[in-house]
Structure formats: structure tokens, C-alpha cells
């Protein structure tokens, strides 16, 4: 057989064939023997098989199929191992709906121009004045309701009787002693919990508020939710999960501006207890902790929050099949935006973790919401930028820019190459930044597109509420791996409630007071509020004390120091006016106190107390 014929050259419609069973061997040749040429034979199309005839081809595409006007030899069906199909090289024709939700067409090829995309006019944030500015602990209890302390109280009660057999029987009005105390905790910061009691430290602001074994033995026992129910639930933040959808529905109460960011948060945890919840970031300043989700507005409010639990994150989420094909970031920004209450006025900002080509065109096409973001390389790597060296070598404020389906993907040099997606704006108008120049030894001003300055503003918004929370942070190492979000649920409400507070202060021209009095504030009113007031002094005989009245803690005196109590100097008794238990004997009572030790003493005739207090 002339191989010439059989290997004609190829048709540029681009026609292959491939063995219909894959696994078998290209090199099996074992029936060439059966094989009879026709030298009369063209191919057809059969009804059964899915083959391309010639006969439906172009004439053109007849003669280009072979190099020789002899039609190829023909052959003897071949056993069905080897027999061949011929198939299409050429990509598949766009067979999906421009109407559909997604708004996309997998099958057609992108095609990037060098050209600029409109800005999105985004509204200015209005909000309305209130009447008047409401108190610090006003502002609180909108975001940690009254529900959630019944909560407390009730879940804490529980737990206790689950594990002692009998509750320890406490209250809402205890627990709002109980975070008072944190919240005092989180500005005066002692090295050890019992120091605010210890008599050579005592805190008399939170020492006066309770005693030391009642604060922990409430720590010891405080919950958030029934375990009996960890094996009926995917929910690995069980244990935290009623406390956090209670704070959520109270946050997205919070009317919140058009623009605003997504990021993630980490809540510091080192411990092992939590297994694989606990998560690592290398550019964090808490590397180990739990990861969270949340999107805020650039005042540094957040206004929605998602635990990360790895595959089961969405466990309680509606998606749709097309939003579960999605990437994981892209996947997070669609829950998060989901909640927003006018999404066709917003624009997003994301970081390099979220931002896609895939995940803008989603967004959009599904909610209305336009995205800025920066992306990494390894993700622009199919549009036609120029490469980084070359960028590098035009100088400070050089930049490239493609645009496809009303996305531009911008490169842009500062101190190192940065590429953005963006959807909400484009390069015009330019302005300048400042930047060093060796060369000059002064700072110069260098061209910067328009998108580059609106991330930097509003991007921020997450990083604002950080700070915020780690400038007063309560204490909340305990083996118990969910006391840390507990405290960050706790610093939370505080910093999202001063920024309402500050908000409205704005809004009627008056001076806010700073983050560290507004928390104080909160702590002295929940100390107080909904409270009898303790008596001073002894109550009367006829009118004895109400069952509910609180006693009184009266502290312990201070203790000398044992190096004070033995020198055997300057220790002369001094009468005094109140009289005490003694220090030495269990039942003495005295009216004379050592002046320098001052601790009450019996004095009797032989000395015998005062004498032996003060020997070795």
C-alpha cells in the first residue's frame, strides 16, 4: 500500500482519529493480514455511528484531505478494538445562554483590548441624624442583647448541672457582673487573674464587684450551647455558633455604606484542643488562631461574619449548583454579599485570596455588585499584560491595562509589580503619588491609575476593626478553645458600637469620648444597672435586710510582710476605734492593732498574742 495516499495531508477543519477504546494499544498489528484494499471505496457516513462522512465536507475540504486525486484504499471492517472515529480538534462552538444567571460563555475565548472601562458613579452614604446621642451603654446592649446574657445564664446553668450534678444557680443580672469584670480586665491588664484580688495587688474596681472563687467558678462553668446535641450536627463551632448568629442578625441591622471590603480576621488561639480549626497565616500578627470571614464598611464597621470550618463551612448555607462549582473565594464572596441591602449601588473591595476574572463576572451577574481587587500573577498569567522586568525598567508609575466583558486587569509599578481586576473603574482619570527617588534624592510624583487610590481607601476597613479589638483586648487563655471567641464576640460589640457611636456624633457636631472611656463606661453601667444598692454600715433591727439584697464583701486586710513582722522594731500597740478579730488566736476579739503591722492584736495582761505575732 502506498503510504503516500494513506498519509495525505491533513484537513485544516481539523479531523482526527482516535481509537474508540483508548486502552488498547496503537501498535497492535496483528490484523493487517485481513485487511483487502478497494481502491474503488469512499467512505460514507453510516446511521448508527457518529463518523463524518466526506460527503457532507466542502469540496475545498475533499481536496485538501489528500495530496493525491486517488481516492484512499479501501479496507475490511476492522475488530472493534482497533477500529478508529474521527472527532474534531477544533474548540466547541459557545452553546450557553447569554441570558443565563452566570452571564457567561465558557466555550468563548477572551479577547483583551488595550482599552479603559467606565467608572461606576457609586452614591454617597447618607445616614440620618438621631435625635440625640444615646448613652455608651445604650449603644452596647443594640449589638450584645438582653437575650444573649439569658442566654448565658440559662446555657451556663445547664452546664453546670451536667457536670456537678446541681447549677451553680446564677443570673443574667450576675453574668452582666461577669462581663463587667472582663471589660475592666481588657483596659487594666495584670499579669495573673488573681492579682486584681491577691491582698499586695488587690483592684478594688473589680475586686469589689465579686468575689474571686465566685468570678471562677463562673469562668469555669460559663457556655453557650447544649453539647448533648455535638453528634447530630456537621457544626464544628458548636459550642460558639448561638452566640455568633445572634451578634450577626444584630450587625447587619447596622446601616452600613456603599462601600465596603471583604478579608479575613483571625482570632488568636495556640492551643492543640481545637484540632484542625485552628488555622495559620504567616503574614498575620496572630499567626494561629481561628479564621473568620467578614465584610465591613471603611469606618472599620463590620456588618456580616462566617466561621471557617474547612468543607463544612457552608453547611447551613442555601447554594445553588452553579455557586458550588465556585472556588472557595469566590464562594465567600457571594455568601457575604448576599446580605448586602441595596447590592447594585455597592462596590466590593477583596484582597489577592478572593479576587478572580471568574469570581467579578459572578458577582456581578448573580447580585449586581461591582469588585476591585488586587490578584495574584499566577492568575493573570493568560491576559496579554507585559512582563514584570519590562515594567520595572519604564520606572515608578508605569503601568499596563487590558479590558474583556467590561473587566480591565491593571499591572502597575511602585515599589514592586501590583495587578488588579476591576469591574467599578479604570485607569482615567490619573492621578499622582509621591514616591522616593534615588536617583533625585527627593520625592517625585509618579502617574497612578484611578482604581489604585479607591482600594487603598476603602480596602482598610477590616484592618481598622482589628485594630480596635487588640487595643483593648479581653483576656481569654483558657483550655476551653472557644473562650477566645467568646472575648473577640465581647471586643467586637464594643469597638462596632463606639463606631456608631462616633457615626452619630458626627452627624450632631459633638465631641465623641475615646474608645478606651466608652468601654469603661459600659463596664461601670453594667456593674450598676438593674441593681439594689448595697447599705453602708449595719442595718437596723426593725427593719431587717430583704432576702434578695446582695451581702456585702468586706476585704481582707493586708497581711506585713514576714521580713516587716519580725524585725522587732517599732511594733507598739495603738487603740483604735472599731475593734477586729484578732490576727493570732481565732476567737480573740481586740481594740488594739499593731501601728506597724496594722492588724488587730489581744492584749491582755501577760501580752501573750501580741508578743507571740511577733516572734519567730
Known amino acids: 500500500m502506498d503510504t503516500k495516499i494513506f498519509y495525505g495531508a491533513r484537513p485544516r477543519s481539523v479531523l482526527a482519529l482516535i481509537p474508540e477504546n483508548p486502552q488498547e494499544s496503537d501498535g497492535d498489528l496483528s ?18 455511528s457518529g463518523e463524518t462522512s466526506f460527503e457532507s465536507m466542502d469540496e475545498e475540504d475533499i481536496v ?48 483583551w483590548k488595550h482599552e479603559d472601562i467606565g467608572t461606576f458613579q457609586v452614591p454617597d452614604s447618607r445616614f440620618e441624624p438621631p435625635d440625640a446621642v444615646k448613652t455608651p451603654f445604650q449603644y452596647f446592649k443594640t449589638l450584645f442583647t438582653d437575650k444573649m446574657i439569658e442566654h448565658i445564664a440559662q446555657q451556663t446553668n445547664l452546664y453546670s448541672a451536667q457536670e456537678l450534678g446541681d447549677p451553680i444557680k446564677t443570673s443574667p443580672q450576675e453574668i452582666e457582673e461577669f462581663l463587667a469584670i472582663l471589660l475592666f480586665m481588657g483596659v487594666f491588664s495584670f499579669p495573673s487573674i488573681e492579682d486584681y484580688w491577691h491582698h499586695e495587688s488587690r483592684f478594688s474596681v473589680i475586686a469589689d464587684i465579686m468575689p474571686r472563687k465566685r468570678f471562677r467558678l463562673l469562668r469555669r462553668f460559663i457556655h453557650f450551647n447544649d453539647n448533648q446535641q455535638w453528634d447530630s450536627t456537621p457544626d464544628r463551632f458548636l459550642k460558639i455558633r448561638p452566640l455568633f448568629e445572634m451578634l450577626r442578625e444584630q450587625c447587619l441591622l447596622i446601616p452600613s455604606t456603599y462601600k465596603q471590603s471583604i478579608d479575613e480576621v483571625m482570632v488568636a488561639y495556640k492551643g492543640t484542643r481545637a484540632g484542625t480549626l485552628r488555622q495559620y497565616i504567616a503574614n ?12 465591613a464598611s471603611s469606618s472599620g464597621i463590620i456588618h456580616d461574619l462566617l466561621l471557617y470550618q474547612g468543607a463544612s463551612t457552608f453547611f447551613n448555607i442555601a447554594l445553588s449548583e452553579q455557586e458550588q462549582e465556585l472556588t472557595l473565594g469566590a464562594k465567600l464572596v457571594t455568601v457575604l454579599c448576599k446580605t448586602m441591602t441595596q447590592p447594585q449601588l455597592s462596590v466590593v473591595f477583596c484582597d489577592n485570596y478572593f479576587t478572580s476574572f471568574k469570581m467579578i ?35 515608578h508609575g508605569a503601568f499596563d491595562y487590558r479590558s474583556s466583558d467590561g473587566v480591565i486587569a491593571v499591572k502597575w509599578f511602585d515599589n514592586k509589580c501590583v495587578n488588579l481586576l476591576s469591574n467599578a473603574c479604570g485607569i482615567t482619570p490619573l492621578s499622582t503619588v509621591k514616591r522616593w527617588s534615588k ?30 479589638v487588640h487595643m483593648y483586648k479581653t483576656p481569654a487563655k483558657s483550655r476551653r478553645w472557644y473562650l477566645p471567641l467568646f472575648g473577640y464576640i465581647l471586643d467586637l460589640c464594643v469597638s462596632n458600637s463606639w463606631l456608631v457611636y462616633k457615626r452619630d456624633c458626627d452627624l ?17 453601667t453594667l456593674k ?11 442595718p437596723s433591727f426593725s427593719s431587717p435586710p430583704p432576702m434578695s439584697q446582695k451581702k456585702q464583701y468586706v476585704p481582707r486586710p493586708t497581711q506585713p510582710q514576714p521580713d516587716v513582722r519580725y524585725d522587732n522594731c517599732g511594733h507598739m500597740p495603738l487603740h483604735s476605734v472599731k475593734r477586729g478579730r484578732c490576727n493570732f488566736c481565732p476567737k480573740g476579739v481586740s481594740r488594739w492593732k499593731c501601728e506597724k503591722c496594722n492588724v488587730f492584736l489581744c492584749l491582755n495582761a501577760n501580752q501573750q498574742c501580741f508578743i507571740a505575732y511577733h516572734k519567730k
Open 31 to 48: 490484523d493487517d493480514d485481513d485487511q483487502i484494499e478497494d481502491p474503488d471505496y469512499l467512505p460514507t457516513q453510516t446511521e448508527d
Open 64 to 111: 485538501s484531505t489528500s495530496s493525491s486525486s486517488k481516492p484512499p484504499p479501501r479496507k475490511k471492517k476492522m475488530k472493534e478494538k482497533n477500529s478508529l472515529k474521527t472527532v474534531s480538534l477544533e474548540e466547541p462552538e459557545d452553546t450557553s445562554d447569554p441570558t443565563s444567571p452566570l452571564g457567561l460563555n465558557k466555550g468563548r475565548e477572551k479577547i
Open 284 to 295: 498575620k500578627p496572630d499567626k494561629w488562631g481561628f479564621k473568620l470571614f467578614c465584610r
Open 361 to 395: 463576572q459572578n458577582v456581578h451577574a448573580n447580585l449586581g455588585v461591582k469588585c476591585i481587587g488586587t490578584v495574584r500573577s499566577n492568575r493573570v498569567s493568560g491576559i496579554p499584560l507585559i512582563t514584570d522586568q519590562q515594567l520595572r525598567k519604564k520606572g
Open 439 to 468: 536617583v533625585d534624592k527627593t520625592k517625585i510624583s509618579v502617574p497612578c491609575p484611578s482604581l489604585i487610590p479607591a482600594y487603598n481607601e476603602h480596602m482598610g476597613g477590616i484592618d481598622l476593626s482589628d485594630m480596635l
Open 508 to 524: 450632631l457636631n459633638e465631641k465623641p469620648i475615646p474608645l478606651k472611656r466608652f468601654r469603661l463606661a459600659v463596664a461601670h
Open 528 to 538: 450598676q444597672v438593674n441593681k439594689t444598692a448595697s447599705k453602708v454600715g449595719r
